[in-house]
């Protein structure tokens, strides 16, 4: 029995950076950022510099750091500076609105804030709305201190390197994330000090086989539970490498980014790919990708053309997994060398999985449920939303609200989600099956498939499509594409109605809000 009661000692600042410099490592470049290169060593230095300003200023363990940062070394340093102390450090998305701000300060009373210059810049008339923060950090190239903020510079110099990481334990709180999820207030979801760790034995050392040769670049940012695993804890776990752009991706920086800095492991989302592989069409320019050796794409399902199309213009796989939030990471994953296009792949070892009815009742191979998964990478909750935690924290298994069957094989195949799904003349019907039917269209770009009520009251598929550059929306082409669909699948889930539109509304991650437009 543990008598103290401190349970079983773990920071994962120390699991991520310390060890590092304990396997030799200390020399290695561990970020690539604009010109600078960043050694495990300095990693380590700036870590410790942070974690003891922020004890200076007062701040230590269970406190709230709120991260408002670009894709860069200083929010890797904000980041395990805040988990060396057992400060709780909590990224979020850089593209919001300033009310967005207000909301995650307050819903979390972070007593730091810690930004860019610019960001902040958007948000400090509001600064007497934050109830709770105390100190705000500002990251800048400018030495001259404004007003009433401190400088990240400035606070890093006049702190010591060297520090210790406090007693926390595997279940301490590490640090949280914000989902924004479909509908309703973002939930802040607890992930303790030993989810990162398990997402990295399990996901990106045994499906992806990366080890300390890699290096990683990913289009998807750090405040991202995706990009979070892609471009910090998995490089740094591993004594890999990685590349940060603080730049918002788009297909001619990403190509720019890959020729220069030759990763061998590249993670993007499939809108990504979809203008990636546009972009290539359109301008028809080429890129060398010779350094990657696997492409993973995560966020939502990736449609099988752009599967077929990337591998065909640079003979690389693209590994299509699922992953949430709540789980951290991947959970579902295609694998190096088995790649079942339009599928999200199997199992990763280390998870569990079940398929229910409305029941919970457990349902055979080939028929459609909601997914539950089991793993210890899952969060500790939602903070302060005990209704939400009850709905979606079941004992051990997580809700993950995606509909899904797995076939006779193992291979899962997503159906989309559960509040996405359609009763079509009493029969479910998914909308990525006919979104995936769409897209193989030529005149196709983008696709959202949502339920609409007709006269009767009854429920029927409707399509908004974004066409390719250049095409114009008729009448022919909406005869063309729901004639194309009634051919390819079972004839009553071809769209009744199909509106062109020039763009789908998306989360800031790249979801399509198919809520936005029911409700339009
Ligand atoms: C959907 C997918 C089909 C699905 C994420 C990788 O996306 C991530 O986390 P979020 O919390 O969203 C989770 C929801 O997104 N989804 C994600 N990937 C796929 N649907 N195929 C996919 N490949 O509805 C899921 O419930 O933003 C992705 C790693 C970490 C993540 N947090």
């Known amino acids: 029995m543990d008598v103290r009661g401190m349970g079983v000692p773990y920071n994962a600042a120390r699991a991520f950076i310390d060890e590092r410099i304990n396997e030799g490592l200390a ?3 561990a970020i690539y950022y604009q010109g600078e290169q960043v050694t495990y060593r300095e990693l380590q230095d700036r870590v410790n510099q942070f974690g003891n300003a922020l004890k200076h200023i007062g701040v230590g363990i269970e406190s709230r750091i709120l991260i408002m940062c670009l894709d860069s070394p200083a929010f890797i340093v904000s980041f395990f500076g805040s988990v060396k102390i057992g400060a709780v450090p909590i990224p979020v998305n850089t593209m919001m609105q300033p009310s967005d701000y207000e909301y995650y300060l307050n819903n979390s009373r972070a007593k730091v804030l810690i930004a860019h210059q610019e960001l902040w810049d958007k948000i400090k008339h509001l600064r007497h709305r934050f109830l709770y923060v105390k100190h705000v950090i500002v990251i800048s190239e ?17 702190a010591s390197r060297e520090l210790e990481p406090v007693h926390t334990t595997y279940d301490d709180s590490a640090f949280w994330l914000f989902s924004s999820g479909s509908t309703g207030n973002p939930k802040g ?19 992806l086989k990366m080890n300390e040769h890699d290096l990683t670049f990913s289009a998807s940012k750090l405040f991202f539970a995706y990009g979070l695993g892609n471009a910090m804890y998995f490089p740094l776990g591993l004594g890999a490498s990685t590349i940060l752009m603080p730049e918002r991706a ?16 590249f993670f993007g989302v499939p809108t990504l790919y979809g203008a990636m592989i546009d972009y290539v069409q359109q301008t028809g320019r080429t890129f060398d990708l010779s350094s990657i050796r696997i492409c993973v794409s995560a966020g939502e399902a990736l449609p099988s053309p752009y599967i077929l ?4 213009m640079y003979q690389l796989d693209i590994l299509d997994g699922i992953g949430s939030t709540e ?11 088995d790649v079942r296009e339009g599928s999200s792949g199997k199992i990763v070892p280390g998870y569990e999985t079940k398929i229910v009815d409305e029941l919970g009742q457990p349902l055979p191979a080939n028929e459609i449920g909601d997914l539950m998964i089991k793993g210890d990478s899952i969060a500790q909750g939602y903070w302060n939303l005990h209704e939400e935690c009850k709905q979606k924290f079941r004992g ?8 899904y069957y797995m076939d006779h094989e193992g291979y899962y195949w997503y159906c989309g989600r559960s509040d996405d799904m359609l009763k079509v003349g009493g029969i479910w019907v998914s ?3 006919i979104e995936n039917c769409l897209l193989e269209h030529e005149a196709v770009l983008e696709v959202a498939v949502i339920g609409e009520s007709n006269e009767h009251d009854l429920v029927q598929p409707k399509a908004y499509v974004v066409l390719k550059k250049g095409l114009m929306p008729t009448g022919e082409m909406e005869a063309e594409l729901k004639d194309f669909v009634k051919k390819q699948l079972a004839p009553y889930k071809y769209p009744r109605s199909v509106e062109f539109i020039e763009e789908l509304p998306k989360t800031p991650t790249g979801k399509i809000q198919r809520f936005k437009l029911r409700v339009g």
């Open 27 to 29: 020399q290695k470049v």
């Open 189 to 207: 979801v607890i992930h303790l000090q030993h989810d990162m760790e398990f997402a990295l034995t399990h996901y990106a050392k045994n499906v």
């Open 431 to 433: 909308p990525t099956e």
């Open 396 to 403: 051990e298994w997580l809700a993950t609200g995606d509909k």
């Open 327 to 337: 789980a951290l990471h991947i959970f579902l994953s295609n694998r190096i060398g």
């Open 250 to 265: 788009r297909p001619e920086n990403v190509f720019e980014m890959i020729e220069t800095y030759r990763p061998t492991v």
């Open 142 to 158: 400018d030495e001259r201190p404004s007003e009433n903020v401190i400088s990240y510079n400035q606070l890093l110099e006049a």
């Open 309 to 312: 199309k990337w591998k065909d």
